[in-house]
Nanobody
Framework: QLQLVESGGGLVQPGGSLRLSCAAS????????MGWYRQAPGKQRELVAV???????NYPDAVKGRFTISRDNAKNTVYLQMNSLKPEDTGVYYC????????WGQGTQVTVST
């Protein structure tokens, strides 16, 4: 079972950028799709980006044009570049397979605030 470790979160002002990383303990090469998810305070966890093994990406309207997901199969790492951040992007960000498979990592906190 893969173990996933997210990093790169922090406090950023509205309009700023962050790049998140998700390092997997094993190979992600055979995983058809990987996703980034977030959980805002008091809300359910939601999907914010998906990338297939063929590098096809998909995003919900809330982040489309601002977030970019990528994967480096050689490094077993998935990234999330987040630009033009808004306060409503605040939350704990997680990565996992899509659909979800196995345990969640500890996540990385992203706070967008003045």
């Amino acid at each position: 079972q893969l173990q996933l470790v997210e990093s790169g979160g922090g406090l950023v002002q509205p309009g700023g950028s962050l790049r998140l990383s998700c390092a997997a303990s094993g190979s992600i090469f055979s995983i058809n799709a990987m996703g980034w998810y977030r959980q805002a305070p008091g809300k359910q966890r939601e999907l914010v980006a998906v990338i297939t093994i063929g590098a096809t990406t998909n995003y919900p309207d809330a982040v489309k044009g601002r977030f970019t997901i990528s994967r480096d199969n050689a490094k077993n790492t998935v990234y999330l570049q987040m630009n033009s951040l808004k306060p409503e992007d605040t939350g704990v960000y997680y990565c996992n397979a899509y659909p979800v498979k196995g345990a969640w990592g500890q996540g990385t906190q992203v706070t967008v605030s003045t």
